[in-house]
């Protein structure tokens, strides 16, 4: 497999540690988001969208290019169920994915890089007060949702999908933010635990070959 | 099951029309996001994050309330799965969930009530303008994926969860801007053939019991 993506693209993050927690070897292809690198005609063919992730695969002796991270995911826990991703029982992995999309659709989609862009130079708005806005509103909502359902982590005492989430989330926020641990105190905790983890460490954006020093 | 949720909100409409396709009965409960009941005590304590649509199920004879309409819909295909929402194989079904995810976290997230409101009076700027942008990035690439996969339908020749966010994407679009089917032909032909079927007719804003008149 291929991962093309990006060090410090919070998405890319969560496939890193998919892949990571499910020991699925890949290449990694950076794709530097920050030079524009996503537009050009080789990466807009295998995404339409210009974004990272996108996940190249052999399916039927053919490459296939999957793209958006939580497809991704669920794919990669469809074809490699062990070890799971996802806990057991439909009602807890309801619980994960809304997790997942508050993360997903709820709070990333507001900060990347374009929509802030467009906040600066369109709208001559301040960029770091905007991303706090939904921020804050969105780490309440998900400190909520996760006291309903944490063990360890996220959803029970197994690492998941919405851990896979939350780290980037939080790391992502403290580029435009400081994440007060007494606001969020169980996502604080649960970040503790999964810094413990080996293949968190190796996911983690700073890990990547790719990254520059801040 | 009860389905909290509002005539013109699209995740709203998604989870109708899943619903629908699968034959489930509910009741409706309209939660009027113009006059802000997302935010009452009674409904935050149902969605932390204040939004719809919420699904309230039995289980092991004990009401759950399920947010974020992904999560719902993907409970649904697990509990419910005839006739079954997702294609038939692991490849068709990310190329199903990426289009979901590029309604679901790249378009909508951007032109929300919410966010539309935080343009308009925080920002001075035009909600019009902004959410044209998104919405015609969104659907460029969601035209250029749908080319890939499509029959009669977005993955294709059966209604999959990708056509239950195309209608709405397109529905809510329209609020800010016209459509042009030449640009997006192939999502304009989809959009046509599903008004063609009656679950879709039921689920649509305009007939649902809280539909205000324009």
């Known amino acids: 497999m291929k991962l093309f993506n990006y ?3 919070s998405a890319s993050y969560r496939v890193r540690l998919a892949l990571g927690f499910k020991g699925l070897p890949y290449e990694y292809v950076a794709v530097n988001l920050a030079k524009g690198e996503q537009h050009d005609a080789a ?25 958006q991270s939580v497809a991704i995911v669920e794919y990669l826990e469809e074809r490699y169920p062990t070890p799971p991703l996802f806990p057991t029982g439909a009602v807890a992995r309801a619980r994960m994915r809304a997790m997942v999309e508050v993360v997903n659709s709820g709070i990333q989609p507001l900060h990347n890089l374009q929509v802030n862009n467009y906040v600066k130079d369109v709208l001559k708005g301040d960029p770091k007060a905007w991303a706090a806005t939904w921020i804050d509103k969105g780490l309440d909502a998900l400190e909520a949702l996760a006291k309903q359902s944490a063990g360890a982590f996220m959803v029970g005492d197994q690492f998941t999908f919405a851990d896979a989430c939350l780290l980037p989330q939080l790391y992502g926020a403290r580029r435009f933010a400081s994440v007060d641990p007494s606001r969020v105190p169980t996502l604080a905790r649960i970040e503790a635990t999964c810094f413990t983890l080996g293949f968190v460490q190796q996911a983690k954006p700073e890990s990547q070959p790719d990254a520059v020093a801040a």
Chains 1, 2 share one sequence.
């Open 43 to 67: 990466h807009a063919q295998r995404n339409p969208w210009h974004g990272v992730p996108v996940l190249e695969v052999m399916e039927e002796r053919q490459a296939v290019q999957l793209t």
């Open 7 to 9: 060090w410090r693209s």
